[in-house]
């Protein structure tokens, strides 16, 4: 498929060299494209193409927009107020649940690598499960906002495209049909709630971001606006002085609603920049700072909306994959800053920040340098009978520049169970198909 970036270009100048193709485009657009393009577009979305002539010319006018003006005005005026804000979200959230103690399961290093793969699929199939209970009708994965400061203040569902969109972009991993239903669910969820000219927003009292727009433009590649990059001017545009995407994409009637050090370049933001619009010299700049920082070094500290340099190399790793050849000249480097972020018995830190090394060590070809065994192991001895994961800490504004009651995280037992099966299945597919490094393995430290 051709990139997004010039996708509509690219259709203009095939039509002007190709008088054939021409009369296909203005007759059967939809067949057209599909062909041109090896997509199959959504039937509910309606193809035309006009040509203008030296006695013609068309007007196209962008569609209305989905909120009334009552409705906008109260999401400018409502912008600090927690009333409007809990307008945005469901009841009140449980409190987390802890993980039961589970009864010691004998040692990786005494079951068959190809036992433990058929226990990771099971394991993979109870997630699966969990996740189809979680998610609603709408195809909307549902997440929580909660305080990391402190615990007693309410806990709330949300359920913001952007956390649809991470998700699945997780369980794209996975074969299994549930997994491919779930995520075709999310896929109409995304579709339903995109602004043109293909732009999302997280809560409707702020602006429309980067980070959800990249992402959720991931998961729709096909949507025809995605697909011929009605948004690329719009990303570009978002740009600082240096090159770098910005989060918030700001109207220039956009009210106050940001605090001037809101306004920041943010490396996953750009890295999922760079997964969108690929390898182009609109985003060198981006990849440059990206590889700046890895390469040096100063990861630390330098993501305002993820909690740990483990979720910024598994977004730059994504990154990698899906705009090849970006950033490729951080493979290396990138595989030894992800193993030395073990501690001394080996381990990553938590379950989510695990699947997530693992995943990205997955993206980078070096999944083999880990002990792919005891990693299935713990991921499995971490899941509950449900077929869930537990709530843990996934992006959230980390500073405390808001105090205490500002500091905000976000995460839900379906949040970290897609990271979890992702890593499973990629863990399942070492242990199937490759040789397994053990701990006598020489290039674990």
Request: aromatic share 6%; glycine share 6%.
């Given at each position: 498929?051709?990139?997004?970036?010039?996708?509509?270009?690219?259709?203009?100048?095939r039509?002007?060299?190709?008088?054939?193709?021409?009369?296909?485009?203005?007759?059967?657009?939809?067949?057209?494209?599909?062909?041109?393009?090896?997509?199959?577009?959504?039937?509910?979305?309606?193809?035309?193409?006009?040509?203008?002539?030296?006695?013609a010319?068309?007007?196209?006018?962008?569609?209305?927009?989905k909120?009334?003006?009552?409705?906008?005005?109260?999401?400018?005026?409502?912008?600090?107020?927690?009333?409007f804000?809990?307008?945005?979200?469901?009841?009140?959230?449980?409190?987390?649940?802890r993980?039961?103690?589970?009864?010691?399961?004998?040692?990786?290093?005494?079951?068959?690598?190809?036992?433990?793969?058929?226990?990771?699929?099971?394991?993979?199939?109870?997630?699966?499960?969990?996740?189809?209970?979680?998610?609603?009708?709408?195809?909307?994965?549902?997440c929580?906002?909660?305080?990391?400061?402190?615990?007693?203040?309410?806990?709330?569902?949300?359920?913001?495209?952007f956390?649809?969109?991470?998700?699945?972009?997780?369980?794209?991993?996975?074969?299994?049909?549930?997994?491919?239903?779930?995520?075709?669910?999310?896929?109409?969820?995304?579709?339903d709630?995109?602004?043109?000219?293909?732009?999302?927003?997280?809560?409707?009292?702020?602006?429309?971001?980067?980070?959800?727009?990249?992402?959720?433009?991931?998961?729709?590649?096909?949507?025809?606006?995605?697909?011929?990059?009605?948004?690329?001017?719009?990303?570009?545009?978002?740009?600082?002085?240096?090159?770098?995407?910005?989060?918030?994409?700001?109207?220039?009637?956009?009210?106050?609603?940001?605090?001037?050090?809101?306004?920041?370049?943010?490396?996953?933001?750009?890295?999922?920049?760079?997964?969108?619009?690929?390898?182009?010299?609109?985003?060198?700049?981006?990849?440059?700072?990206?590889?700046?920082?890895?390469?040096?070094?100063?990861?630390?500290?330098?993501s305002?909306?993820?909690?740990?340099?483990?979720?910024?190399?598994?977004?730059?790793?994504?990154?990698m994959?899906?705009?090849?050849?970006a950033?490729?000249?951080?493979?290396?480097?990138?595989?030894?800053?992800?193993?030395?972020?073990?501690?001394?018995?080996?381990?990553?830190?938590?379950?989510?920040?695990?699947?997530?090394?693992?995943s990205?060590?997955?993206?980078?070809?070096?999944?083999?340098?880990?002990?792919?065994?005891?990693?299935?192991?713990?991921?499995?001895?971490?899941?509950?009978?449900?077929?869930?994961?537990p709530?843990?800490?996934?992006?959230?504004?980390?500073?405390?520049?808001?105090?205490?009651?500002?500091?905000?995280?976000?995460?839900?037992?379906?949040?970290?169970?897609?990271?979890?099966?992702?890593?499973?299945?990629?863990?399942?597919?070492i242990?199937?198909t490759?040789?397994?490094?053990?701990?006598?393995?020489?290039?674990?430290?």
């Amino acid at each position: 498929m051709k990139n997004p970036i010039d996708a509509a270009d690219y259709l203009a100048s095939r039509a002007g060299e190709d008088s054939d193709f021409r009369e296909r485009l203005l007759a059967t657009p939809r067949k057209a494209i599909e062909e041109e393009f090896g997509v199959t577009l959504a039937e509910d979305h309606e193809i035309h193409v006009h040509e203008e002539t030296y006695a013609a010319t068309h007007v196209v006018l962008p569609p209305r927009s989905k909120f009334s003006e009552a409705e906008r005005n109260e999401a400018r005026t409502g912008a600090a107020s927690l009333e409007f804000l809990r307008k945005t979200m469901h009841d009140p959230a449980p409190p987390i649940r802890r993980l039961a103690t589970k009864p010691a399961t004998a040692p990786a290093s005494t079951v068959t690598r190809e036992a433990l793969a058929d226990a990771g699929t099971d394991s993979i199939r109870r997630g699966l499960g969990f996740l189809q209970s979680t998610i609603d009708e709408t195809g909307a994965w549902h997440c929580i906002r909660f305080n990391v400061a402190d615990p007693d203040i309410p806990r709330h569902f949300e359920r913001p495209p952007f956390v649809s969109a991470l998700c699945t972009l997780a369980l794209e991993s996975c074969t299994e049909a549930r997994a491919r239903a779930i995520c075709a669910a999310t896929r109409a969820y995304l579709a339903d709630t995109i602004e043109y000219p293909g732009l999302w927003r997280y809560y409707r009292h702020l602006p429309q971001d980067l980070d959800s727009t990249t992402l959720c433009s991931l998961v729709i590649g096909t949507h025809p606006w995605i697909l011929l990059g009605r948004n690329v001017p719009r990303l570009l545009g978002n740009r600082d002085e240096e090159g770098r995407f910005m989060t918030w994409v700001l109207a220039e009637d956009e009210p106050g609603v940001l605090s001037p050090f809101r306004i920041e370049a943010d490396p996953v933001v750009n890295a999922n920049a760079i997964a969108y619009l690929g390898d182009h010299p609109e985003t060198r700049n981006a990849q440059r700072w990206l590889e700046a920082l890895i390469a040096e070094g100063n990861l630390d500290g330098s993501s305002k909306w993820y909690p740990d340099t483990i979720a910024i190399h598994y977004a730059v790793t994504r990154a990698m994959v899906r705009a090849r050849p970006a950033l490729e000249r951080l493979r290396p480097i990138l595989a030894d800053r992800i193993l030395g972020l073990r501690d001394d018995e080996g381990e990553f830190g938590n379950v989510l920040q695990t699947a997530q090394a693992m995943s990205a060590l997955y993206n980078i070809g070096n999944l083999e340098r880990i002990d792919a065994k005891r990693q299935v192991e713990k991921l499995m001895n971490s899941q509950r009978e449900d077929g869930s994961w537990p709530e843990l800490l996934a992006f959230g504004d980390q500073s405390l520049k808001w105090g205490a009651a500002g500091r905000i995280g976000h995460g839900s037992e379906s949040v970290t169970s897609a990271f979890c099966i992702e890593a499973l299945v990629r863990l399942v597919e070492i242990l199937k198909t490759r040789r397994i490094c053990g701990s006598d393995c020489p290039m674990i430290t």
